[in-house]
């Protein structure tokens, strides 16, 4: 759900959106997300810290050295298997 003042957008209706840092928060109280999935290199911590939601960084840089385990992380937690 995309109002005037949201900048992100669902790839999945109501399942899978896509946005910036700036708009975590509201796609975490506005439509319920509960897994954030963070392709910034530089981040240290979820843009929204919160008990109930799930942070996973999956940095896209060419030369990261993390990507690949956090891959198989996120297939962990997409498949909740962990």
């Known amino acids: 759900m ?7 957008h669902a790839l999945i209706a109501d399942k899978i959106f896509m946005g910036g840092a700036a708009d975590v928060e509201a796609m975490v109280i506005n439509e319920g997300v509960e897994i954030i999935v963070d ?19 999956i940095p896209l840089d060419d030369n990261t050295k993390e990507t690949e385990a956090n891959l198989c992380c996120w297939n962990l937690i997409r498949t909740r298997t962990c």
């Open 39 to 57: 392709l910034r290199e530089e981040a240290t911590e979820c843009a929204y810290p919160s008990d109930h939601v799930r942070w996973v960084k």
């Open 2 to 8: 995309q109002n005037g003042e949201n900048k992100y």
